[in-house]
C-alpha cells in the first residue's frame, strides 16, 4: 500500500495519506511545521470535529470526577492523612505512565501503512504541527475509555476504601499533565520551573525526539537515562 516518492498533500485531509510514506513516514513527522492553524484530519465532519479539544475542556470534565472520586474514599471511612497520601500515590502513579506511554507508545517505530496512520493520530500529529492547539489534549471520551479498564485494575490491587482517592489522585495528575503540556507550547514563561520546562519539551520537539520524555517532571528522565545531554539557551 506504499506509493513510491508518495507526497502528502497538505491541503488535503491528512490522516489517510500519511500510512502511504512508508519507511519516509519517520523522517517526515519529524519535520514540524510551525503554525497555530489546524490541519484536516478527516473529510467527515463528524470524525473531525472528535479530533479537536479545547484545553479547558480537561479540568471542567475530570475535576469534578476527581472531587467525586476523593469523597467516595472519604464515605468510605478513610481518613485525612491516609487519602492524602493515597492521592499523591495516584499522582505518582502518573508520572511513571506519563513517561511510559510517551516513550513506549508515543515514540514507537511505526512500519507499515496502518502502523503509520495510527501513530499519526495518537502523537505523530502532535510532533508535524506542534503548535496545533486543537489537538494537545486527550479528548475527554478518549480518556474515559481507558479509564475503565485502569479502574478495574486499581479496585483489583487496593483496599476498597482507598481504591477510588488512588485512581483520583491518578487523574488528577493526568489534568496536570495535560495543561502543563499545552501551557508549554502556547504559554511565554520567562523564568523559574516553567521556563526550563518549557526550554526542556521545546528541545524534545526541535532536536531530540528521543530524550527528555517526561513532560510535567525531568524525573523518569533522569532514572532511565532519557535526559538530554545538554538543554539549549533558548525557547521558541
Not at 491528512?14 to 519535520?31: A, I, N, P, T
Not at 503509520?116 to 489534549?137: E, S
Request: glycine letters at 10%.
Amino acid at each position: 500500500m506504499v506509493a513510491q516518492g508518495f507526497t502528502v498533500d497538505l491541503n488535503k485531509p491528512l490522516v489517510f495519506q500519511v500510512g502511504h510514506l512508508g519507511d519516509s513516514y519517520e523522517e517526515w513527522v519529524h519535520q514540524p511545521i510551525i503554525s497555530k492553524g489546524s490541519p484536516r484530519f478527516f473529510e467527515n465532519d463528524i470524525l473531525e470535529l472528535l479530533t479537536r479539544t479545547v484545553w479547558w475542556a480537561i479540568p471542567s470534565v475530570w475535576l469534578p470526577i476527581v472531587g467525586w472520586l476523593i469523597w467516595t474514599s472519604l464515605k468510605r471511612g478513610g481518613g485525612i492523612s491516609e487519602l492524602f497520601l493515597t492521592l499523591l500515590g495516584g499522582i505518582f502513579l502518573w508520572t511513571f505512565l506519563e513517561y511510559s506511554l510517551h516513550r513506549f507508545v508515543f515514540h514507537m517505530k511505526p512500519s507499515g501503512y496502518w502502523a503509520n496512520t495510527l501513530h499519526y493520530l495518537i502523537h505523530g500529529c502532535h510532533h508535524k504541527h506542534p503548535m496545533d492547539g486543537l489537538r494537545l489534549v486527550f479528548p475527554p471520551a478518549a480518556t474515559a475509555i481507558l479509564l475503565l479498564p485502569l479502574w478495574s485494575v486499581v479496585k483489583l490491587l487496593l483496599p476498597f476504601t482507598y481504591a477510588p482517592a488512588f485512581l483520583g489522585g491518578g487523574l488528577l495528575g493526568y489534568i496536570i499533565y495535560d495543561c502543563t503540556h499545552y501551557y508549554l507550547h502556547h504559554g511565554k514563561p520567562f523564568k523559574g520551573i516553567s521556563h526550563s520546562l518549557k526550554r526542556y519539551h521545546m528541545d524534545h520537539h526541535f532536536k531530540l525526539q528521543d530524550k527528555g520524555y517526561g513532560i510535567t517532571s525531568k524525573f523518569w528522565d533522569i532514572i532511565f537515562g532519557t535526559l538530554p545531554p545538554k538543554p539549549t539557551n533558548k525557547i521558541k
